[in-house]
């Protein structure tokens, strides 16, 4: 880890409470995110982790709190409204685009940043065609970050898990996102592969200074590459904190951790 | 041996991203072509261009705008034939109510009518998907047929919406042969399969696929669901309208709402679903595949089974093997002629040698 300072608090939850008719998925949560860091979600299964995701990309509009994202404040995000400002995500089931090649699902990643109407893309000339080339060029450096080229071409349906996991990272990233959004990103993993996760994030995160969110269920690896962890058990925050505070909170360690008996 | 990319190397993104990446591809495409432009015309009879080319470019155009809708962005359509009929009597009135009005502007006119009505009722699309789509389409099919049987000022009323197509003209010279409507049809019809092309290998085209894919992930992209699936609904309204106009003023001249039926729209359904779902190339594969079909049958019925078969089923033989064939295609190969013309292609690279 090198010369990655932490920043200010970039994203500021406060008091978010999300309902599904009766069903309170969440309840008075707060916690911030830091620029530059890497933040952790965990819990059990239906804690509500892949739900706090959601309200903070805008997917779900939780009925109380507010969201401070770059020191504005709103009731509710839009998706396309929040990766307009940079924040990008993955899946926990991978949410690619089947029918498409690696190169186009990657490509689809910047579509915020291209700019040519319909009409200049019907005729390919000027306009269109400089940023298919430009934003081609985007592209193959995360290509090349991620170690994909091999696959550039192949249908994202004909690829084995943990590679379709790494072209999804690739689409987010495409984006250049400031904030990144990963939701179980080593599910399913071997050890290997889950080293190589790893190893992208920490790079991401080294390199480009991308604030990162993420949930996962690994606890070792949880603990090894977060700087900060928020704990949440039915929809209830009980633990925020580094590493170390979050492993020795007893709340916690009897939730989630399992209580010696 | 001959179709293989081996030694074409790239070696500039714009290399790699130009329409047709492999040298062999251009080459057919180009004598494809040269072909249809110039020995097509010399060398067919008039039947043929008249009842067979004619027909097939019309409706390649219009399985090419639902291939956009229904293959690209993945929204169910049962209402393209409506789309055409608002394309041609759109066309017919510009030509009717607008003095000297270019031929060419009529047609883009009716498409670009055809594209409003089709925005119309791509409306629900944002709300409902599938099979309700589907039906909320049939709708619109429905109701632009009757509208145009009721509302007399359409057809310049005329007796049960009956319009007859103005002769085309552009610059002074009159398309009235078959060989010159079918080379103006086939110009059109090639001019916009371009523009599909780019399209679909454009961002534009990539947004169309995303949300067909997976439109929760499209959106937190950054695609607007909305935006993305109501220009495809213009986008390929537009082509079935022009296609429309094409089948009124180059093929059957005198045309009625009845005409543009929802036994029509299946035709087309059916050209996509034999042709290839989600491909430029299978809209023109399967509309040759319908078109041609039904001749075939014919002559193979009346050269050698004329005496063996009874009247009742050889009439009826269209029929069964239209069924036949959309359920052999949906269960064996659901991406169509396109896919396995694809893998004939692939097998080619490696031919002859396996490894």
């Given amino acids: 880890m090198s010369g990655r300072k932490i920043g200010d608090v970039i994203l500021d939850?406060?008091?978010?409470?999300?309902?599904?008719?009766?069903?309170?998925?969440?309840?008075?949560?707060s916690f911030n995110v830091r620029e530059h860091e890497v933040r952790a979600i965990i819990g059990p299964n239906g804690a509500g982790k892949s739900s706090m995701l959601n309200v903070i990309n805008g997917v779900y509009h939780p009925q109380e709190g507010r969201i401070v994202f770059h020191g504005e404040e709103r009731r509710k995000m839009e998706p396309h409204k929040a990766a307009k400002q940079g924040i990008a995500r993955t899946f926990q089931n991978i949410a690619l685009f089947k029918g498409m090649s690696v190169l186009d699902n990657i490509m689809t990643g910047?579509?915020?940043?291209?700019?040519?109407?319909?009409?200049?893309?019907?005729?390919?000339f000027g306009r269109a065609r400089r940023e298919e080339l430009e934003h081609r060029h985007k592209v193959e450096e995360v290509i090349d970050f991620l170690e994909i080229q091999h696959i550039r071409k192949t249908p994202v349906g004909r690829l084995p898990y943990g590679l379709q996991k790494r072209v999804e990272l690739a689409r987010a990233l495409a984006a250049e996102p400031t904030m990144l959004l990963l939701d179980e990103p080593m599910a399913g993993m071997n050890v290997e592969e889950k080293q190589d996760m790893c190893r992208f994030i920490l790079d991401v995160n080294d390199q480009f200074g991308t604030t990162?969110?993420?949930?996962?269920?690994?606890?070792?690896?949880?603990?090894?590459?977060?700087?900060?962890?928020?704990?949440?058990?039915?929809?209830?925050?009980?633990?925020?904190?580094?590493?170390?505070?979050?492993?020795?909170?007893?709340?916690?360690?009897?939730?989630?951790?399992?209580?010696?008996? | 041996?001959?179709?293989?990319?081996?030694?074409?190397?790239?070696?500039?993104?714009?290399?790699?991203?130009?329409?047709?990446?492999?040298?062999?591809?251009?080459?057919?495409?180009?004598?494809?072509?040269?072909?249809?432009?110039?020995?097509?015309?010399?060398?067919?009879?008039?039947?043929?261009?008249?009842?067979?080319?004619?027909?097939?470019?019309?409706?390649?155009?219009?399985?090419?705008?639902?291939?956009?809708?229904?293959?690209?962005?993945?929204?169910?359509?049962?209402?393209?034939?409506?789309?055409?009929?608002?394309?041609?009597?759109?066309?017919?009135?510009?030509?009717?109510?607008?003095?000297?009005?270019?031929?060419?502007?009529?047609?883009?006119?009716?498409?670009?009518?055809?594209?409003?009505?089709?925005?119309?009722?791509?409306?629900?699309?944002?709300?409902?998907?599938?099979f309700y789509l589907a039906v909320a389409t049939l709708a619109a099919q429905f109701f632009i047929v009757w509208l145009l049987t009721k509302v007399g000022w359409f057809s310049n009323y005329s007796s049960s919406g009956v319009i007859t197509a103005q002769d085309m003209e552009i610059l002074g010279y009159r398309f009235v042969t078959p060989e010159a409507k079918y080379l103006l049809v086939l110009a059109i019809v090639v001019v916009l399969a371009l523009l599909a092309k780019n399209m679909v290998r454009s961002s534009v085209g990539r947004a169309w696929m995303a949300v067909r894919d997976m439109d929760v992930a499209a959106e937190v992209i950054g695609i607007r669901i909305m935006h993305t699936k109501l220009l495809a609904f213009a986008v390929s309204s537009f082509y079935c309208g022009v296609a429309g106009a094409l089948y009124a003023f180059a093929y059957i001249g005198t045309v009625?709402?009845?005409?543009?039926?929802?036994?029509?729209?299946?035709?087309?359904?059916?050209?996509?679903?034999?042709?290839?779902?989600?491909?430029?190339?299978?809209?023109?594969?399967?509309?040759?595949?319908?078109?041609l079909l039904p001749i075939a049958l014919d002559v193979i019925v009346q050269q050698w089974l004329?005496?063996?078969?009874?009247?009742?089923?050889?009439?009826?033989?269209?029929?069964?093997?239209?069924?036949?064939l959309i359920i052999f295609f949906l269960i064996v190969e659901p991406h169509g002629l396109a896919r396995l013309w694809q893998i004939g292609k692939e097998k080619l690279r490696l031919w002859p040698f396996p490894h």
Avoid: C
């Fill in chain 1, 13 to 29: 939850l406060q008091n978010i409470s999300l309902r599904f008719g009766g069903v309170k998925a969440l309840t008075d949560i």
């Fill in chain 1, 110 to 124: 910047r579509i915020t940043k291209m700019h040519a109407s319909f009409l200049e893309q019907a005729i390919h």
């Fill in chain 1, 212 to 261: 990162i969110v993420l949930i996962e269920h690994d606890m070792g690896v949880v603990m090894d590459i977060s700087d900060r962890v928020v704990v949440l058990d039915y929809g209830k925050k009980i633990g925020d904190g580094t590493p170390d505070e979050v492993r020795n909170n007893p709340e916690v360690i009897s939730a989630y951790l399992g209580v010696a008996h």
């Fill in chain 2, 1 to 130: 041996m001959l179709y293989r990319e081996a030694g074409q190397f790239k070696t500039s993104y714009a290399a790699d991203q130009q329409i047709f990446p492999i040298r062999q591809d251009r080459i057919g495409i180009l004598i494809i072509l040269a072909i249809a432009f110039f020995a097509v015309p010399m060398l067919f009879s008039e039947y043929w261009l008249k009842a067979i080319l004619i027909p097939f470019l019309i409706f390649s155009l219009a399985a090419l705008g639902l291939n956009i809708l229904t293959g690209y962005a993945g929204q169910l359509s049962l209402g393209s034939a409506a789309f055409m009929a608002v394309g041609a009597f759109a066309s017919y009135n510009f030509m009717l109510r607008v003095d000297g009005m270019p031929i060419l502007l009529a047609f883009i006119g009716g498409g670009l009518a055809a594209a409003a009505v089709g925005i119309a009722f791509g409306l629900p699309s944002l709300r409902i998907k599938g």
């Fill in chain 2, 256 to 291: 009625e709402p009845e005409g543009f039926s929802l036994d029509l729209s299946f035709k087309i359904l059916f050209m996509i679903i034999i042709g290839g779902v989600g491909s430029i190339s299978g809209a023109f594969l399967g509309a040759a595949f319908i078109v």
């Fill in chain 2, 306 to 324: 004329a005496g063996v078969l009874p009247p009742s089923v050889s009439s009826n033989l269209q029929l069964i093997v239209f069924g036949g």
